[in-house]
């Protein structure tokens, strides 16, 4: 069922067999995605994603006292949450999987450029074709929000920690803050469109044949995202699979009501109107809205944040 890494987008006739196949709508869709993952959700493997990745795995799990030996990744796309976290010094040997081989296939090629251990499967994350205590620590970044079955894709992390391993899953969109993006995403799709059909900004609006292609690439997004999560009834699934120390921590409010339209506004765009300066803005602005809601945290629930991590580990 592998799709060509990161080359065509799926055909009409792909995209209608994946309404019924999830599994396959998960793989097409990331295997076309794959070529250009990095440079659409800027992902990097410098200070500024490396500070990402270790202050949202920190935020939840605590800075540990000594680096985890073998680190298994479910869904890892192209290696931004391994990678980042190996150079943050927090994983010595890192295994990545994803169920697409295109992404498996750029992780392993980022980790090659920058001379890190690391290993790479084609897994799909609820059957892990790994044995009993394999390793010290599991992680995954933006991925089970795409599992059918969460449930099964814990009792399998539970089962491949070696006793006192920990689980860290960040970066999953919440219930409440799914909705307040999605919205605002939408709005802004409607502004910007509506601006760059005005003659003195029509050279802005990227061409049509490029948004057909996103188009066609949204309409899978329907089908390969599943859920959206409650911080409470998370914590409850990961119970449910026998881990213990259970820990839910939620990140970005108005960081997301920011970012979401901002990457709109790059999607409706082409590139050379945007460029440097803008990007410059958009991080820097995030930077100050995500301390902005730390200290929000005390009175906002944390429901209404964007992105909900858990963390827990095995007591066998
Ligand atoms: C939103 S991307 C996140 C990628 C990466 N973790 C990151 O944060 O950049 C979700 C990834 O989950 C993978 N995925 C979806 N379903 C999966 C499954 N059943 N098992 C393993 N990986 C899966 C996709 O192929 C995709 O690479």
Same mark, same amino acid.
Request: net charge negative; proline share 5%; charged share 25%.
């Given at each position: ?43 990097? $493997? %410098? ?8 202050? &949202?795995?920190?935020? +939840?799990?605590?800075?540990? *006292?000594? *680096?985890?030996?073998?680190s ?8 931004? $949450? ?8 927090? !994983?010595?040997?890192?295994? /990545?999987?994803? !169920?697409?081989?295109g ?14 251990d690391?290993?790479?499967? /084609?897994?799909? #994350?609820?059957? =892990?074709?790994?044995?009993? %205590?394999? $390793?010290?620590?599991? /992680? ?10 969460v ?5 399998? !992390? #539970? ?6 391993g ?8 919440? &219930? +409440? ?15 910007? &469109? @509506?601006?760059?059909?005005? &003659?003195?900004?029509?050279?802005w609006?990227?061409?049509? #044949? ?9 309409? =899978?997004?329907? /089908? +390969? ?10 914590a ?30 790059? @999607?409706? =765009? ?14 820097r ?12 945290? @005390?009175?906002?629930? *944390? ?9 827990? $580990?095995?007591?066998?």
């Amino acid at each position: 069922m592998a799709a060509e890494p990161g080359r065509e987008p799926a055909t009409a006739e792909q995209v209608e067999a994946a309404w019924q196949d999830t599994k396959l709508a998960q793989v097409l869709y990331h295997d076309w995605e794959s070529g250009s993952y990095d440079e659409k959700w800027s992902i990097s $493997f %410098d200070q500024r994603c490396t500070d990402y990745a270790r202050d &949202r795995f920190t935020a +939840v799990a605590g800075v540990p *006292p000594r *680096p985890y030996g073998r680190s298994l990744e479910i869904g890892a796309g192209t290696g931004f $949450f391994t990678l980042n976290l190996m150079l943050a010094g927090l !994983i010595e040997h890192g295994t /990545v999987t994803d !169920i697409s081989a295109g992404m498996v296939e750029v992780a392993l090629a980022n980790a090659g450029r920058l001379g890190l251990d690391v290993e790479g499967q /084609v897994v799909d #994350a609820e059957r =892990l074709p790994f044995p009993d %205590d394999s $390793f010290d620590l599991v /992680v995954g970044h933006a991925v089970i929000h795409h599992l059918p079955d969460v449930a099964s894709a814990f009792a399998e !992390i #539970a089962r491949v920690l070696r006793p006192g391993g920990r689980v860290v899953i960040c970066g999953e969109p919440t &219930r +409440v803050g799914h909705r307040v993006a999605r919205r605002l995403s939408s709005l802004t799709w409607s502004a910007t &469109r @509506a601006l760059t059909r005005l &003659r003195p900004l029509r050279s802005w609006a990227r061409p049509e #044949a490029e948004l057909d292609e996103s188009s066609r690439a949204a309409a =899978l997004e329907a /089908v +390969v995202d599943l859920h959206t999560f409650d911080p409470d009834e998370l914590a409850a699934t990961v119970r449910a699979a026998g881990l213990v120390g259970v820990r839910t921590h939620t990140d970005e409010l108005t960081a997301a009501w920011f970012g979401w339209p901002v990457r709109t506004v790059e @999607a409706a =765009l082409t590139e050379e109107r945007l460029g440097f300066r803008w990007r410059m803005f958009a991080y820097r602005s995030w930077l100050t809205l995500d301390r902005v809601d730390r200290r929000l945290s @005390a009175v906002v629930p *944390p429901g209404w944040y964007y992105n909900v991590s858990v963390t827990a $580990f095995t007591h066998r």
